[in-house]
C-alpha cells in the first residue's frame, strides 16, 4: 500500500539555493578566496542523444531558470550551513548569503536539429565569472532532466517510488555498505528526490532498530540534508582540477595545483576525500605522492595551517577572502620558495573517490601505490561510478580485500529508477552533464580512467596526454548511452 505523502504535491522547478550539492559550495568558497575574478564556459551534453527534447519543453525550461532570480539563502539555511558545515568560514557564508543568481546574464538556451514532430538537441552554454556560476550547474541539470520526463516522455508515474528506495536502502544496510544519496543532477524530479530521501530514511530507522552493520551516511543534496537531518557529503569536482590547468596553462601539474588551494581554503582534516580521475588517476598518484608546501595561503607562521584565512582575521567581509595570494605565490617573507613539510598529500588527505573505469583495476592501482608510499592506515575508497545495489556489495568486497575502507555515493540508480506505466518496461533515465569548456578563455579538458568519458578539442586532448603520459583504457561496463539500462527492457 504506498504511503500517503506520495499523493501530496510538491513544486515545480528548483526552490533552494541549497538544492544543490555540496561540493559546488565547497568549490565555490574556494573560488572566491582564490580565483574571484576569472571567467569561464559551461556546456551542456546529453550522452543520450536519442533523447530529444521539444520546443514545450525548452519554454518550460526558460521559465524555471529564469525563477532562479528569486532563489537565494535565507538565515536559516545559513544557521544549517554553520552547523552542518563548520568548516565554511564566516566570510563566505556572508557572501553566500548576499549570493543571487543572473540567468539572464549568465545563461543561453537553444534548440536546434528539429525534426518534423517538433523534437530536437537541446544547447545549454553558461557564461560569466566562475564565483557566480558555478552553483548553475545542479539545478540547470535537474531541471533539464525534470522537463524531459515532463514534456517529452510521459509515460510514468510515482508509483511505488518511496517503496523502491526503501528496499534498496534495506539490502544495502543488511550487507554492511556505508553509502549516501547523490542523485540531484539526474533525479526525475524534485517529488521522487524526496520520495527517494523518505525511502532511504525508513530503511536506516528500520536498520537502527535491527542493528543492521551498514549505515546510510548523508546525501549530497544539501537541502534533502537538511530536510531529513542528514550530513551533506562531497568534496570537490573535476570541475576544480580542470579550471585550475586552464587557468594556470599548466595540465601536467593541475592535480598537485589543486590539492595545494584545496589545503590552501580549507587546511587538513576535513573535505578529505580526493578525486583521482581529472586527467587520469596514474598522474594524480604521482602529485599525490608529493610533499606539501609548509605555506598553503599567504599567512605566516603556524596560521597558515588554519582551515581559511577567513578564520585567521577579526573580519567577516568577503574581501578577507579574495585578500590573500594563491599558495604557489606565498612563500614565507623574505624567503626564495615555499617550504615544505613533511607529510605527503596522500598521509594527509583520508582517501580516494573512483568516478570511472574498472573499480577492479582502480583498487590495485591504490593499493600498489599507497604500499609504495609506505602508508599502511587504512584509507577510504569513495566508490560514484554509475552504482547499483549489486555493485555496491561487488566493491565492498574488493575493497576490503585490500585493506580499504569502502563507501558509496549512490545517485541515478536511486532518483531515476522508473518503469513505464503502460507496459512495466524500463523507462530509461537521461544521461546529462554540464562540465567546463574554458578558463580565461583557455578550453577545458578531462582525461578519465574511462576514455568514453574523456572531453575537450581533440588537439588538445592529444597534448595533455603526452604531458601527463596517459594511456587510453575502455571498461567494458562504461558506455555512456546505457549505464543505467535502455528504453523498454524487461
Given at each position: 500500500?504506498?504511503?500517503?505523502?506520495?499523493?501530496?504535491?510538491?513544486?515545480?522547478?528548483?526552490?533552494?539555493?541549497?538544492?544543490?550539492?555540496?561540493?559546488?559550495?565547497?568549490?565555490?568558497?574556494?573560488?572566491?578566496?582564490?580565483?574571484?575574478?576569472?571567467?569561464?564556459?559551461?556546456?551542456?551534453?546529453?550522452?543520450?542523444?536519442?533523447?530529444?527534447?521539444?520546443?514545450?519543453?525548452?519554454?518550460?525550461?526558460?521559465?524555471?531558470?529564469?525563477?532562479?532570480?528569486?532563489?537565494?539563502?535565507?538565515?536559516?539555511?545559513?544557521?544549517?550551513?554553520?552547523?552542518?558545515?563548520?568548516?565554511?568560514?564566516?566570510?563566505?557564508?556572508?557572501?553566500?548569503?548576499?549570493?543571487?543568481?543572473?540567468?539572464?546574464?549568465?545563461?543561453?538556451?537553444?534548440?536546434?536539429?528539429?525534426?518534423?514532430?517538433?523534437?530536437?538537441?537541446?544547447?545549454?552554454?553558461?557564461?560569466?565569472?566562475?564565483?557566480?556560476?558555478?552553483?548553475?550547474?545542479?539545478?540547470?541539470?535537474?531541471?533539464?532532466?525534470?522537463?524531459?520526463?515532463?514534456?517529452?516522455?510521459?509515460?510514468?508515474?510515482?508509483?511505488?517510488?518511496?517503496?523502491?528506495?526503501?528496499?534498496?536502502?534495506?539490502?544495502?544496510?543488511?550487507?554492511?555498505?556505508?553509502?549516501?544519496?547523490?542523485?540531484?543532477?539526474?533525479?526525475?524530479?524534485?517529488?521522487?528526490?524526496?520520495?527517494?530521501?523518505?525511502g532511504l530514511t525508513d530503511a536506516a530507522k528500520e536498520g537502527g532498530r535491527a542493528g543492521w552493520p551498514g549505515k546510510l551516511t548523508g546525501t549530497s543534496n544539501v537541502h534533502f540534508a537538511m530536510k531529513y537531518g542528514l550530513s551533506p557529503v562531497g568534496t570537490v569536482a573535476h570541475e576544480w582540477y580542470m579550471g585550475i590547468a586552464s587557468i594556470t596553462d599548466n595540465y601536467r601539474d593541475a592535480n598537485e595545483y589543486g590539492l595545494k588551494y584545496w589545503l590552501g581554503c580549507y587546511g587538513e582534516?576535513?573535505?578529505?576525500?580526493?578525486?583521482?580521475?581529472?586527467?587520469?588517476?596514474?598522474?594524480?598518484?604521482?602529485?599525490?605522492?608529493?610533499?606539501?608546501?609548509?605555506?598553503?595561503?599567504?599567512?605566516?607562521?603556524?596560521?597558515?595551517?588554519?582551515?581559511?584565512?577567513?578564520?585567521?582575521?577579526?573580519?567577516?567581509?568577503?574581501?578577507?577572502?579574495?585578500?590573500?595570494?594563491?599558495?604557489?605565490?606565498?612563500?614565507?617573507?623574505?624567503?626564495?620558495?615555499?617550504?615544505?613539510?613533511?607529510?605527503?598529500?596522500?598521509?594527509?588527505?583520508?582517501?580516494?573517490?573512483?568516478?570511472?573505469?574498472?573499480?577492479?583495476?582502480?583498487?590495485?592501482?591504490?593499493?600498489?601505490?599507497?604500499?609504495?608510499?609506505?602508508?599502511?592506515?587504512?584509507?577510504?575508497?569513495?566508490?560514484?561510478?554509475?552504482?547499483?545495489?549489486?555493485?555496491?556489495?561487488?566493491?565492498?568486497?574488493?575493497?576490503?580485500?585490500?585493506?580499504?575502507?569502502?563507501?558509496?555515493?549512490?545517485?541515478?540508480?536511486?532518483?531515476?529508477?522508473?518503469?513505464?506505466?503502460?507496459?512495466?518496461?524500463?523507462?530509461?533515465?537521461?544521461?546529462?552533464?554540464?562540465?567546463?569548456?574554458?578558463?580565461?578563455?583557455?578550453?577545458?579538458?578531462?582525461?578519465?580512467?574511462?576514455?568514453?568519458?574523456?572531453?575537450?578539442?581533440?588537439?588538445?586532448?592529444?597534448?595533455?596526454?603526452?604531458?601527463?603520459?596517459?594511456?587510453?583504457?575502455?571498461?567494458?561496463?562504461?558506455?555512456?548511452?546505457?549505464?543505467?539500462?535502455?528504453?523498454?527492457?524487461?
Amino acid at each position: 500500500m504506498p504511503y500517503m505523502e506520495e499523493r501530496e504535491e510538491t513544486p515545480d522547478g528548483v526552490f533552494s539555493i541549497l538544492d544543490t550539492d555540496l561540493y559546488k559550495l565547497t568549490m565555490q568558497c574556494a573560488i572566491l578566496k582564490y580565483f574571484p575574478n576569472n571567467v569561464v564556459e559551461y556546456a551542456f551534453t546529453n550522452r543520450t542523444p536519442h533523447m530529444r527534447f521539444n520546443t514545450e519543453a525548452l519554454i518550460w525550461l526558460n521559465i524555471q531558470v529564469g525563477k532562479l532570480v528569486n532563489v537565494y539563502a535565507t538565515p536559516q539555511e545559513i544557521d544549517f550551513l554553520k552547523s552542518a558545515c563548520p568548516y565554511f568560514p564566516e566570510a563566505y557564508l556572508n557572501y553566500l548569503l548576499n549570493f543571487r543568481f543572473a540567468p539572464g546574464e549568465h545563461i543561453n538556451f537553444v534548440l536546434d536539429n528539429e525534426d518534423p514532430s517538433g523534437f530536437g538537441d537541446l544547447h545549454i552554454s553558461i557564461k560569466g565569472r566562475w564565483v557566480d556560476t558555478i552553483l548553475y550547474e545542479i539545478p540547470v541539470l535537474a531541471l533539464a532532466s525534470e522537463i524531459f520526463f515532463k514534456y517529452c516522455h510521459k509515460d510514468w508515474n510515482h508509483d511505488g517510488q518511496r517503496e523502491k528506495a526503501c528496499a534498496k536502502g534495506v539490502t544495502l544496510l543488511k550487507e554492511g555498505c556505508l553509502f549516501s544519496e547523490y542523485g540531484t543532477r539526474r533525479r526525475r524530479d524534485y517529488r521522487t528526490h524526496d520520495l527517494v530521501m523518505k525511502g532511504l530514511t525508513d530503511a536506516a530507522k528500520e536498520g537502527g532498530r535491527a542493528g543492521w552493520p551498514g549505515k546510510l551516511t548523508g546525501t549530497s543534496n544539501v537541502h534533502f540534508a537538511m530536510k531529513y537531518g542528514l550530513s551533506p557529503v562531497g568534496t570537490v569536482a573535476h570541475e576544480w582540477y580542470m579550471g585550475i590547468a586552464s587557468i594556470t596553462d599548466n595540465y601536467r601539474d593541475a592535480n598537485e595545483y589543486g590539492l595545494k588551494y584545496w589545503l590552501g581554503c580549507y587546511g587538513e582534516g576535513v573535505l578529505g576525500i580526493a578525486l583521482t580521475d581529472t586527467f587520469g588517476s596514474e598522474n594524480f598518484f604521482a602529485a599525490f605522492s608529493k610533499t606539501i608546501p609548509a605555506v598553503t595561503t599567504a599567512m605566516e607562521g603556524p596560521v597558515a595551517t588554519l582551515p581559511s584565512a577567513g578564520n585567521t582575521t577579526s573580519r567577516s567581509d568577503t574581501g578577507s577572502l579574495t585578500q590573500v595570494h594563491p599558495p604557489l605565490d606565498a612563500p614565507l617573507r623574505g624567503q626564495g620558495k615555499a617550504q615544505h613539510s613533511s607529510k605527503t598529500y596522500a598521509q594527509v588527505f583520508a582517501g580516494i573517490r573512483q568516478d570511472s573505469g574498472d573499480p577492479i583495476r582502480y583498487v590495485k592501482m591504490a593499493r600498489q601505490f599507497y604500499d609504495s608510499q609506505g602508508i599502511s592506515d587504512k584509507k577510504a575508497i569513495v566508490f560514484s561510478d554509475s552504482l547499483n545495489v549489486d555493485r555496491c556489495i561487488e566493491y565492498k568486497k574488493l575493497a576490503e580485500s585490500d585493506g580499504f575502507s569502502p563507501s558509496f555515493g549512490i545517485g541515478t540508480f536511486l532518483t531515476n529508477d522508473f518503469m513505464r506505466a503502460s507496459d512495466n518496461a524500463k523507462s530509461a533515465p537521461l544521461n546529462v552533464v554540464i562540465k567546463l569548456v574554458s578558463a580565461d578563455g583557455r578550453p577545458c579538458i578531462k582525461l578519465s580512467d574511462d576514455v568514453g568519458k574523456n572531453m575537450g578539442s581533440s588537439d588538445l586532448v592529444r597534448r595533455v596526454k603526452n604531458e601527463v603520459d596517459y594511456t587510453d583504457r575502455e571498461w567494458a561496463e562504461g558506455d555512456e548511452s546505457r549505464r543505467w539500462g535502455e528504453e523498454g527492457d524487461k
